[in-house]
């Protein structure tokens, strides 16, 4: 089935097979900006190449980085981050070289070619954050790897190493698992997320542990997004399809919100309109706004692992040239894609108990109606027998 042409996309989206969806919001259309159906080339980062956002950076989970330019709507280029047998956690630029991360805690800022800097950051990290006042300042953690803060640029290149909450109350170590880091903008705080449904909040002034600290839920925290207007305040969403907005310093829900059916993978909160954009394995694209609480749902068939947002929304006229120049793709669904859909679409539907109960409630009433009109009748024909015999003698 052939995508429609989209124009004016305020939204893109990766998925595990290593496509790049381009979505407008506003018209909730979408299509496929390229034809890649392998999980190997898994689309785990976006990020855009420079403030002009004219070109798309995808990491990929074999390590490569492909552009894909806006304006032209084509792919640039295709960067190489590394030979080594490893899974690419993140991708980030720093005066338009790339830094890289991988699982295994290799951070390498890329140059000419080559690396010119690399530090090892320990072992099976997952979150991996840039600063976006002072962009050689980047953050790590991971399983059984505190969060770190480092300058790729310095000689000194550790800057802060958190230190673990105090035991429990069995007197119990708490196990380290960081899914996420966000750098508070104009400030030395840094907000994470754990795999223990953890948050927390650290002021690298104050001291190693972190200043506050509250959970959420009980399943691990995925996906992580900063609310502008507030710093003390974070979009959370986990492995079961919950997403809310906490507050960390009251320690407290400020808003929950649904529709969910799969784990959460990414997480965005436009900086200047009042929305969350998230999406995941349940392959919808969730658009949340925050004032009315109101809910679009766009279903881009694949299942989702990261999303990159425009500035502005708004639409623009384009010419008769940039039509030409829009290449109408196809959606080609994996083997694995195809019998997942199919099997979904064969199942029966199965009543709910609520149901069942309803539709036996109402055979017995219309039981007791039928009864009731019968017994009518009978009393009728016996008063009509008697009234014969009385007129008769």
């Keep these: 089935m052939a995508a429609p042409m989209v124009k004016g996309i305020s939204v893109f989206v990766g998925s595990e097979t290593g496509l790049l969806k381009g979505i407008n919001v506003l018209k909730a259309e979408w299509t496929n900006l390229n034809e890649n159906l392998d999980k190997s080339k898994e689309v785990v980062s976006l990020c855009w190449k420079d403030e002009t956002e004219t070109e798309v950076c995808m990491g990929l989970k074999n390590k490569n980085v492909i552009s894909w330019n806006v304006r032209t709507r084509s792919f640039t280029e295709t960067v190489s981050l590394g030979t080594e047998e490893s899974k690419l956690r993140g991708v980030k630029i720093l005066n338009g070289n790339y830094v890289s991360c991988v699982d295994t805690g290799l951070v390498r800022l890329w140059s000419n070619g080559g690396v010119n800097t690399e530090i090892n950051a320990g072992k099976d990290v997952f979150a991996f954050d840039q600063n976006p006042i002072e962009k050689n300042i980047f953050a790590t953690g991971g399983k059984e790897n505190e969060l770190k803060i480092w300058d790729v640029e310095s000689s000194e290149k550790l800057k802060f190493t958190a230190k673990n909450v105090r035991n429990d109350w069995l007197d119990l170590r708490v196990p380290v698992w960081v899914t996420s880091a966000k750098f508070i903008p104009m400030s030395e705080k840094i907000l994470t ?152 679409g064969n199942m029966e539907v199965v009543q709910t108990k609520t149901k069942k109960k309803e539709k036996r409630e109402l055979d017995i009433k219309k039981k007791s109606k039928r009864k009731h009109t019968d017994e009518q009748s009978i009393v009728k024909t016996v008063k009509n027998k008697k009234r014969k015999k009385i007129i008769n003698g």
């Design 193 to 344: 997320t754990t795999g223990h449904h953890q948050v927390r909040m650290y002021d690298m002034k104050a001291q190693r542990r972190p200043i506050l600290d509250m959970s959420f839920d009980e399943y691990p925290i995925t996906a992580s997004s900063l609310c502008p207007r507030n710093e003390n305040q974070i979009v959370v969403g986990n492995t079961i399809g919950k997403m809310a907005i906490l507050d960390v310093r009251k320690g407290r829900l400020v808003q929950v919100f649904k529709g969910f059916a799969g784990a959460i993978r990414a997480i965005e909160h436009h900086s200047t309109l009042p929305v969350i954009v998230s999406c995941g394995l349940d392959r919808y694209l969730h658009v949340h706004s925050v004032e009315d609480k109101s809910h679009q749902k766009i279903y881009l068939k694949s299942r989702l692992t990261s999303l990159l947002l425009k500035k502005s929304w708004e639409e623009k006229k384009e010419t008769d040239d940039d039509d030409e120049d829009v290449v109408v793709k196809t959606e080609v669904l994996s083997d694995e894609e195809v019998n997942e859909d199919e099997i979904w």
